[in-house]
């Protein structure tokens, strides 16, 4: 099992930044993909951004260019460093982990943006 803490969430204005942390409860060096997803109210959780094993990324069409992953192997840490942030980018977002054919998920962080 792989148990999931997010954190970094926050009230920011538009335009602002903010790094989410997920730590993991074992080594991230064995799982396969971590993943950053988001929901917000009313709509379908989505996928925000992905790294593997070999640091190869992944982003939603709407944040590349403004988000970026990064994972620390020694610290069991995922980050989520969100720049130029937008009202539309308000949701909850949760850390995954995809492990031995199972996912695991954290409990979420807000994250509002004001415009």
């Known amino acids: 099992q792989v148990h999931l803490v997010e954190s970094g969430g926050g009230l920011v204005q538009a335009g602002g930044s903010l790094t989410l942390s997920c730590v993991a409860s074992?080594?991230?060096?064995?799982?396969?993909?971590m993943t950053w997803y988001r929901q917000a109210p009313g709509k379908q959780r989505e996928l925000v951004a992905q790294?593997?094993?070999?640091?190869?990324?992944s982003y939603a069409r709407s944040v590349k260019g403004r988000f970026i992953i990064s994972r620390d192997d020694e610290k069991n840490t995922v980050a989520l460093q969100m720049n130029g942030l937008k009202f539309e980018d308000t949701a909850v977002y949760y850390c995954?982990?995809?492990?031995?054919?199972?996912?695991?998920w954290g409990q979420g962080t807000q994250v509002t943006v004001s415009a």
């Open positions: 790294i593997g094993g070999s640091d190869q990324t």
């Open positions: 995954s982990a995809f492990y031995v054919g199972n996912e695991y």
């Open positions: 074992r080594s991230i060096a064995s799982i396969n993909f």
